[in-house]
């Protein structure tokens, strides 16, 4: 019990006092004084493995806590348009694996409106959207390479370009204006531009489904350049032939402060290498 104590750093009885009144507490004995030695009782082995294992737990928390503190950990909510999967974003996510491995990333894919509003309310921290917004009052922006536009057109076996007439025969494929629309006024326009009648045979949120409706033949869709990166059976992709199409922008966005400690972290960590 001396020794204990010394390693404590405080006296004897005042620790002989403190087991006692553990021992009153839990109801049990803890150690068998015999001899003047002591030896853990069956409950005494029993309570000191659990007692380790709490104030590792607890060991564990505090350092939870001062690294959620200095933002070196917590969890950050990161919204993402599907044309940030092909480059931008997995590029930042092995980034911020190796420089801030206590990050938990939460990810949603969600339309730009949709990011918008849920900065506003708080439900992510962080977007890939395409601009513009028409609130940089209240976000921090932070502007990404634009991406030249692309067909997908239904796999035909060629590898030449197509002109905006092939596409126009096609019928086009394009996101809702709603999710998009000055990027969607200035594709429509460029069709106008070129004297093309362009048909929108149908509307797709996302570029996954807009290549499946291209493999099954039902148009051709207008994509940034990146979504090469995916093969997709039945379709190909193609340059686009004497046409002035708009590129598609890509920024990443965030509340303007207050923000947690792991949110500007992270935020600092994605704008490394770029700007």
């Known amino acids: 019990m001396g020794r204990a104590a010394q ?63 200095h933002g070196a950990a917590g969890v950050v909510r990161i919204g993402f348009d599907s044309a940030a999967l092909y480059g931008p974003l997995p590029d930042r996510l092995a980034r911020l694996r190796r420089r801030l491995p206590g ?37 921090d922006i932070f502007d990404l390479p634009a991406q030249t536009t692309i067909a997908a057109v239904p796999d035909d076996r060629r590898d030449s370009n197509v002109g905006l007439a092939e596409i126009a025969a096609l019928g086009l494929i394009l996101f809702p204006a709603a999710q998009g629309p ?18 929108i045979v149908q509307e797709a949120n996302r570029a996954l489904t807009m290549l499946a409706l291209v493999s099954a033949g039902l148009g051709a869709a207008l994509l940034p350049r990146s979504v090469q990166r995916l093969t997709f059976q039945g379709v190909r992709y193609a340059d686009i032939a004497g046409a002035d199409l708009p590129s598609w922008p890509l920024a990443m966005i965030a509340r303007r402060r207050p923000q947690a400690p792991i949110v500007g972290q992270v935020w600092r960590i994605f704008c490394e290498g770029e700007g």
Do not use: C
Request: avoid cysteine; aromatic fraction near 4%.
């Open 7 to 69: 390693r404590l750093g405080m006296a004897q009885p005042p620790l002989s006092q403190s087991i006692a009144r553990l021992e009153a507490e839990l109801g049990v004995r803890l150690f068998d004084r015999a001899n003047r030695r002591l030896t853990l009782t069956q409950a005494g082995t029993v309570f000191i493995d659990e007692a380790r294992a709490s104030v590792l737990h607890a060991d564990v928390a505090l350092a939870a806590a001062r690294a959620a503190e």
């Open 103 to 139: 990050a938990q990333v939460k990810l949603g894919e969600l339309s730009t409106n949709d990011q918008l509003s849920a900065l506003t309310r708080g439900g992510i921290d962080i977007g890939f959207a395409h601009p513009p917004f028409g609130t940089g009052d209240r976000l």
């Open 182 to 199: 000055v990027l969607h006024a200035r594709i429509l326009d460029s069709f106008t531009t070129a004297g093309v009648d362009v048909p």
